[in-house]
């Protein structure tokens, strides 16, 4: 049966509820955030809480807090360390200190310059198996002593529990205090501060469920059985059961959960059983460029140096014509089907037999940028780049010679020939180069030596389809499994120039909560392609009327609307974790079908109903082409075909509330 809407983005018909209006008393509250990649690039959550630092740090300035794990090499390279100026902060800080835990603090540098608390987990490690017993007391829930990133979690939860706890004592009734926890990592923090009554508003938000990541990578048809799964059995069978409990527990422990799109909504409401409070889409910070040839020109600039890299990475065997290639990207956290990758290669091997088919002169290079267990760049592709950088200089040493030598001769009014030009040492210096061009195996498909070679799946699937990089292939496959950096001595980007350098972008998800990458390809001026099954999906296929030829509203509402999401969200736990103090009028959802952007006017009717679904058209349909085409009539086949919004809200019909799922 339908779900009845939670407060989101669908909720919007052009007017927005009336606490929008509502501005939070930031001068007498103290916000923080606290999250696993705080300073700590693992996935997509470092994206969300950096993304929107710089909007939070102009809203609420000095009263604005991020929390997070102290890693020396982060600490060093991203954070300037400094003391804290609010004293009630220095003076909880001391108190870990002063009982043997080590906490950091100082200005992230990014955008912003948020203010970070980061906790050594290391140097409470000691303190585990008593918080371990405290976790069971209070919830009766165990932490094996095999599952290194739960006992980390548990530190550091218990880390800025006991935190918060020496900060609240100090500041009373005044400010109050909201603090904003990220995923089940950061869960144990939440349930203690509210096991032991701390005096704080929480804010719970999963951005993705950890059973449903789980299930989805496990090739369970998800969607369609999500009623049906027996949530205990399946978190058990994958020795996950103790992380989905802290999950949970967080979750019905905050004033308010929130989750980043509908899809991932409508997930937590069965895996989780609680209806988010609110729906948060991921905002991007969003850089306004005066003009469309600035979009034009960082692209052909940065396309320049990926060609640099495939000339280097490729060397022996470039054989094709740069200028008629295509640059491709996957990226993401490595999670093989949850991400598509493998439907993903699937395509690129049938793309392959095509152009080879139709002998097509169009090379399309696809890379593929995903984390894996490496143990260092692999010998041939750093042989690759010194190769490429020789040829260079050999080139500009001849170059040099050559002009000069044409410079003198055109002065005493000569037309030179190449015989004077360039002597026997200058062929000599450039037969040399050739030679040292040839090679005798193939191209690596991997930049890396994997720790994992013979079962990691993106390699054997790659052996399973052939697509080695041989000459006669059209496509080629570049597999980097480390996030991209503009020190890095073999590609040297930062994602943001690689991304403006390529062609497309590939986002195929079976299971992407809401998927940051398609925006930011939207924003960085590059098309894309992504799944109904993302949250970002889900929203272009809501809000747009056709979302395959009007992408450029895909990061703009988001990012307008994030921050309204945000203030009623604090203000609903500040309402309920402080009623005395703090009012928000309840609002009834709106019974709309939301916004929607029109169809741009240059664009022609979508070729889903306008064409044949066939590439083999019958003698009857050729004879068929004179049929006068309407523009209006198909327009409207494609708003007829163009699916209900998805919604949400209670649980469905005949499920229990469970035991101790009490409101907040």
Known sequence: MPLSRSLSMTSLSGVLPSWEEDELPVEDLLLFEVAWEVTNKVGGIYTVIQTKAKITVDEWGENYFMLGPYFEHNFKTQVEACEPSFPPIKKAMDALIQNGCQVYFGRWLIEGSPYVILFDIGSAAWNLDHWKGDLWETCNIGLPYQDREANDSLILGSLIAWFFKELTDQLGDKPNVIAHFHEWQAGPGLILCRSRKIRMATVFTTHATLLGRYLCAGNVDFYNNLDKFNIDKEAGERQIYHRYCLERAAVHCSHVFTTVSQITAVEANHILHRNPDVVTPNGLNVKKFSAMHEFQNLHSINKARIQEFVRGHFYGHLDFNLDKTLFFFIAGRYEFSNK???????????????????????????????????????????????????????????????????????????????????????????????????????????????????????????????????????????????????????????????????????????????????????????????????????????????PAAYVTASAHHPAQQSREFYIHARLLALSRAFPDKFKVDPVAPLKTEGFRYPRPYSVPPSPSVSVHSTPHHSDVEDDDDDEPYDEDEEAEKDRLNIKAPFVLGAAPEGKKKQPGESGN
């Open 340 to 546: 598509g990758a493998d439907m993903f290669l699937e395509s690129l091997s049938r793309l392959n037999y095509l152009l080879r088919l139709h002998r097509n002169d169009v090379t399309v290079v696809v890379f593929f940028i995903m984390p894996a267990k490496t143990n260092n760049f692999n010998v041939e592709s750093l042989k690759g780049q010194a190769v490429r950088k020789q040829l260079w200089d050999t080139a500009h040493t001849v170059k040099e010679k050559f002009g000069k030598r044409l410079y003198d001769a055109l002065l005493i009014g000569k037309i030179p020939d190449m015989d004077s030009i360039l002597d026997r040492d200058d062929f000599t210096i450039m037969k040399r180069a050739i030679y040292a061009t040839q090679r005798h195996s193939l191209p690596p498909v991997t930049t890396h030596n994997m720790l994992d070679d013979s079962s990691d799946p993106i390699l054997a699937n790659i052996r399973r389809i052939g697509l080695f990089n041989s000459r006669n292939d059209r496509v080629k496959v570049i597999f980097h499994p480390e996030f991209l950096s503009s020190t890095s001595p073999l590609l040297p980007l930062d994602y943001e120039d690689f991304v403006r350098g390529c062609n497309l972008g590939v986002f195929p998800s079976y299971y992407e909560p809401w998927g940051y990458t398609p925006g930011e390809c939207t924003v960085m001026g590059i098309p894309s392609v992504t799944t109904n099954l993302s949250g970002f999906g889900c929203f272009m296929e809501e809000h747009v009327t056709d």
